[in-house]
């Protein structure tokens, strides 16, 4: 698992909640504008911006909550870029060192500087990639060599921010590597399918030929899952929140292309998936075959619901939910559709997706009391994550009435992220099967124009609108032929 995962996991600890750990200590409200922040119950709510940027920065008496230190460098971006952030933080570190070297404290700077290299190393182990870019490493190296101006005697703070930037390079080249892996593989050939009455041959490969068992089937969909899933990072999320905001349009850098691709990379094998299970049951030309495809993908999808791949069970309902798989009448009149009409069941949209929400629900309870990697399994179905997210945004003001920060949202915000984060931190239990994993990512798809071309070879049209459609289709492959 990426590096990331697991510094979030140690820096929001097992819960979000914002409230002070002990030992922190509490900034002094008289700094600044640190006075502009609320508390309520010992949690902080609201603030202005430059408020929470003072809260971030460490004092002599003082280090920030680590929840609260996630939190906010994960949400800033949402209000400005973190270079500018970075900038920030730099001179509030400056204000605060010139203080301390005019006043009675100036042994105590030494301690202040390893505080801030400790809050940079934070920083950059949860966040790299906001450090790609030169105007960001080089705030950071500007900030750092302000810090080790007073460590001339054994040098402990140099040595940690030397150690601090050499790791933070080496994670900035592991991700361009993977980046640059990502960039080559090629999403399943899309095959443009039978044209009018040409059938496969009959040793065309299917995926009951590479693998029968559904349980085994589910497994390899879950591996698939996991290292996909594993690409996708806290600030990738955030995403969903900047590209709705207009102030985003003024501070997008380089990074937030790589940070959409992450989430487009994973979204699109759902998309596959689907297409691949109606490729699967409309190019299999006798209706016994396709009743028996279908009845195995509809065990597949119960066996993914068993481990807790919602996702991969949401895409092949999605799938066999395709126009051109469910109009096969004649085909589903021999299917046992009992599984189907339960996993519809968990699946059904209403009520904002209630049935799917106690699933899920049930699915982590047990991977946090779980004994063993296979119950700890939990993958939420994307789309709708990624929905909850935006529409949490959405709903709910960035600033408050008095122009504060509405933190309270931020939190939220943060927790949901951390929740699904946890969930991708899993190591898959299940054996790698090359073979099978091959099939799945590699297998030619059909077009939608080609499913609905082997659909109508397979079941004619049953009524006018079919065969005004199927008209309109034939017509279209004979000019192009």
Not at 78 to 96: K, N, S, T, W, Y
């Amino acid at each position: 698992m990426p590096q990331t995962s697991v510094v979030f996991s140690s820096i929001l600890g097992p819960s979000c909640s914002g409230q002070t750990q002990p030992g922190m200590g509490e900034r002094s409200s008289g700094t600044g504008g640190a006075g502009d922040l609320v508390f309520q119950d010992g949690r902080l709510v609201s603030g202005s911006l430059e408020a929470l940027m003072e809260h971030l920065v460490p004092t002599v008496d003082y280090y920030p909550d680590r929840t609260f230190i996630f939190t906010f460098l994960l949400t800033s971006r949402v209000f400005m870029p973190p270079h500018d952030l970075l900038a920030r933080v730099g001179q509030i570190c400056l204000e605060q060192r010139q203080q301390l070297e005019a006043g009675p404290e100036k042994a105590k700077l030494k301690s202040f500087s390893a505080k801030i290299v400790q809050l940079l190393k934070e920083w950059t182990e949860a966040f790299p990639y906001d450090f790609q870019d030169e105007k960001a490493l080089g705030e950071l190296k500007a900030i750092a060599h302000r810090v080790t101006q007073c460590d001339e005697e054994n040098g402990t703070v140099k040595k940690a921010i030397a150690q601090m930037i050499q790791s933070l390079l080496l994670s900035l080249a592991a991700r361009s590597q993977l980046q640059e892996l990502r960039e080559k593989l090629r999403l399943p050939a899309v095959d443009k399918g039978p044209m009018l009455k040409a059938k496969p041959p009959a040793a065309q490969k299917d995926i009951l030929g590479v693998c029968c068992d559904p349980l085994v089937l589910a497994q390899q969909l879950t591996h698939i899952e996991l290292e996909r899933v594993s690409s996708i990072h806290p600030e990738d999320l955030m995403q969903i929140i900047s590209h709705t905001d207009s102030l985003d349009n003024h501070h997008r850098c380089r990074g937030d292309v790589a940070k959409t691709y992450s989430l487009e990379h994973y979204d699109s094998w759902f998309n596959c998936l689907s297409m691949l299970v109606a490729t699967e049951v409309c190019r299999v030309v006798k209706k016994k075959h396709r009743t028996r495809m279908l009845e195995f993908f509809i065990d597949v999808a119960r066996e993914c619901f068993n481990i807790g791949n919602f996702n991969s069970m949401m895409a092949i309902i999605s799938g066999m939910n395709l126009s051109p798989v469910a109009r096969l009448k004649k085909t589903w009149s021999k299917v046992k559709t009992a599984k189907f009409d339960v996993l519809e069941h968990h699946m059904d949209p209403s009520s904002n997706f209630c049935n799917y929400r106690t699933a899920l629900q049930g699915a982590t309870q047990r991977s946090q009391m779980a004994n063993s990697s296979r119950e700890k399994i939990v993958i939420p179905v994307f789309n709708l994550f990624v929905k909850d997210i935006y529409f949490l945004h959405k709903i709910h003001t960035n600033h408050l009435p008095n122009g504060h920060i509405n933190f309270k949202k931020f939190w939220e915000i943060s927790r949901q992220i951390h929740e699904f984060m946890t969930w991708t931190q899993v190591e898959c239990p299940f054996e790698k099967d090359k073979k099978i994993q091959s099939y799945l990512l590699t297998a030619p798809i059909y077009s939608e124009e080609a499913l609905f071309v082997a659909s109508f070879e397979s079941e004619g049209p049953e009524n006018h609108m079919e065969k005004d459609s199927w008209k309109a289709l034939r017509t279209t492959l004979l000019h192009r032929a």
